[in-house]
């Protein structure tokens, strides 16, 4: 059985997310939009850390592998 990753904040998720070449298209709310690809990922903004079931599903959308962080 692997180990968890680490759970990371969601000024984390979005360094990591832009890193990996997505751009901020817009902020409504509490709700961060980046975009790349035409494939749109929305964080959550406040949470820290994020909950790891949403971390995952925004990792998964954005086609990042959890074992890479």
């Known amino acids: 059985m692997s180990p968890r990753a ?8 979005i360094k990591l ?5 997505f751009e901020h298209v ?3 709310g509490d709700h961060y939009k ?8 929305v ?5 820290d850390p994020l909950r790891f079931g949403t971390q995952k599903a925004i ?3 954005a086609g990042i592998d959890v074992s890479d962080l």
């Open 6 to 13: 680490r759970r990371l904040s969601s000024k984390e998720i």
């Open 17 to 21: 997310l832009e890193a990996e070449g």
């Open 26 to 28: 817009s902020t409504r």
């Open 34 to 41: 980046l975009r790349r690809d035409g494939r749109s990922i």
């Open 43 to 47: 964080v959550p903004l406040g949470r």
């Open 59 to 61: 990792l998964d959308a």
